[in-house]
């Protein structure tokens, strides 16, 4: 339903069951979200039933599958949470699912696709992340794009037997808007 110039966010479907849990139980991908305990299909299956009666102005949450643009491909999940009235500000994740279509443009378009949704769809203010700390390339993506620096939750993570910092990155709507003007991320086409 939103397109960006390489990727397309669109509401998660059933059908998207194959493509996450082939790539959401693996140790790879969850290190970098948080404890990575196994799932299972019913477990899945019942989660895409709920995302599917998500209101984000009262449930605090939003998640949209990301889709290569071009082919339909499905590559990943974005997410809000903890939206909150009247505040205005929420947190998102960008996740991009299999390791062999990273480092091709899709994650940065997926987060400035969702930060468009946040601004102009949601109508908020202030947008947040979190990331650990050593995940270098999603620091890189996040600052490139214009997030902040705020600061670091120390040891809050514990990951393959060791605990690990949270950066938190902001960005703001005016400087979104300033650095993006309105016409320049989505294509309406
Ligand atoms: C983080 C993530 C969303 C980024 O998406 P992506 O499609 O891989 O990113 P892009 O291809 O758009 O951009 C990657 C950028 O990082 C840079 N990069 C790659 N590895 C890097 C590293 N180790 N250190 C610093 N920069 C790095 C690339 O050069 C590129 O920068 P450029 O556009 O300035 O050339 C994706 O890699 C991902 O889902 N990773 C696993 C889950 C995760 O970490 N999610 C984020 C949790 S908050």
């Known amino acids: 339903m939103y397109s960006g110039k390489l990727v397309r966010l669109r509401a998660l479907e059933t059908s998207d069951l194959e493509n996450i849990t082939k790539f959401y139980n693996t140790l790879e991908l969850r290190r970098f979200l948080g404890p990575p305990l196994v799932r299972s299909r019913e477990y899945m299956e019942e989660w895409i039933e709920q995302v599917a009666k998500w209101d984000p102005w ?3 949450h939003l998640l949209m599958a990301i889709e290569e643009r071009r082919i339909g491909e499905f590559l990943g999940i974005a997410r809000f ?3 909150r009235l009247p505040h205005n500000r929420a947190e998102i994740g960008i996740s991009i699912y299999d390791p062999s279509k990273r480092g091709k443009g899709y994650g940065t378009d997926a987060t400035l696709v969702t930060l ?4 102009n769809i949601l109508g908020l ?3 947040y992340l979190d990331t650990m700390e050593d995940n270098e390339r999603s ?6 794009i214009g997030f902040k620096k705020v600061g670091i939750l120390r040891e809050t993570e514990y990951i393959d037997g060791s605990y690990k ?3 938190i990155m902001d960005i703001l709507r005016k400087e979104f808007q300033e650095k993006y003007p309105l016409n320049s ?3 309406f086409h």
Not at 116 to 119: A, T
């Open 116 to 119: 468009w949704i946040g601004f």
């Open 81 to 83: 949470e903890d939206v």
């Open 58 to 60: 009262k449930d605090g």
């Open 185 to 187: 991320i989505l294509d």
């Open 165 to 167: 910092g949270l950066l």
């Open 125 to 127: 203010n202030s947008i």
């Open 139 to 144: 620091i890189h993506v996040y600052e490139k």
